[in-house]
């Protein structure tokens, strides 16, 4: 089992900043793999961020040169903080963390890739 809990999320005017942060605790190797999804009201869910247990990062087009992933792990738990620059209102939604162990052929933006999910933190840019 892994728990997940987000943080972080709020309110914010176009162009703002926000970081967002994760800690999971449990199994270790049921978190190798960790993610950031995101949902606005009527869309799908959306892989915008993975970052491996070696620190191996992608991210997902909509985000790629705005947002930053990164980690800190200890050994009974790890932190994974996503800082949002240069927030446009097209980044609101409700974010999640997730985590799953390691996949061969996996793809890490895909949410079947996942096991483990937080209960979410909402975001939401005003123009």
């Known amino acids: 089992q892994v728990q997940l809990v987000e943080s972080g999320g709020g309110s914010v005017q176009a ?27 009527g869309k799908a869910r959306e892989g915008i961020v993975y970052i491996g247990s070696a620190g191996g990062t992608f991210y997902g087009d909509s985000v790629k040169g705005r947002f930053t992933v990164s980690q800190d792990n200890d050994n009974n738990k790890n932190t994974v903080y996503l800082q949002m620059n240069n927030l446009e209102p097209e980044d609101t939604a409700m974010y999640y963390c997730a985590a799953g162990p390691s996949c061969g052929g996996c793809y890490v933006l895909s949410s079947q890739t996942y096991t483990y999910w937080g209960q979410g933190t909402q975001v939401t840019v005003s123009s």
């Open 15 to 41: 162009g703002g900043s926000l970081t967002l942060s994760c800690v999971a605790s449990g199994h270790v190797r049921s978190r190798t793999n960790m993610a950031w999804f995101r949902q606005a009201p």
